[in-house]
């Protein structure tokens, strides 16, 4: 039986403005110290990551085609979140 975690959670309007946060900001989520952390990721973050993903190694090649476009696939540890 597949273990399947998904949440989500509304912020006010006011927040979202003073933040900047719309439909194509991007954040970095990971979990240390009991806590699922949450980083709005600023253009200079986003430039990098598109950098490294332009990267193709022999590890990216054995990525079975249906993980690639999965959210719960996690491209830092190579790994299905779900899973984990």
């Given amino acids: 039986m597949k273990n ?6 509304t912020l006010p309007e006011d927040l979202l403005d003073a933040l900047g946060i719309n439909e194509d900001s991007m ?21 990098e990551e598109a950098e490294n993903e332009d990267v193709v ?19 830092h540890c190579r790994k299905c979140t779900i899973y984990i």
């Avoid at 240390?32 to 600023?42: A, Q, Y």
């Avoid at 190694?57 to 491209?75: G, T």
């Fill in 4 to 9: 399947i975690t998904e949440f989500s959670f």
């Fill in 27 to 47: 954040f970095e989520t990971y979990f240390e110290d009991g806590r699922v952390r949450i980083r709005l990721l600023d253009e200079e973050d986003c430039q």
């Fill in 57 to 75: 190694d022999d590890e990216d090649l054995n990525i079975p085609e249906k993980c690639v476009l999965c959210p719960n696939f996690c491209w």
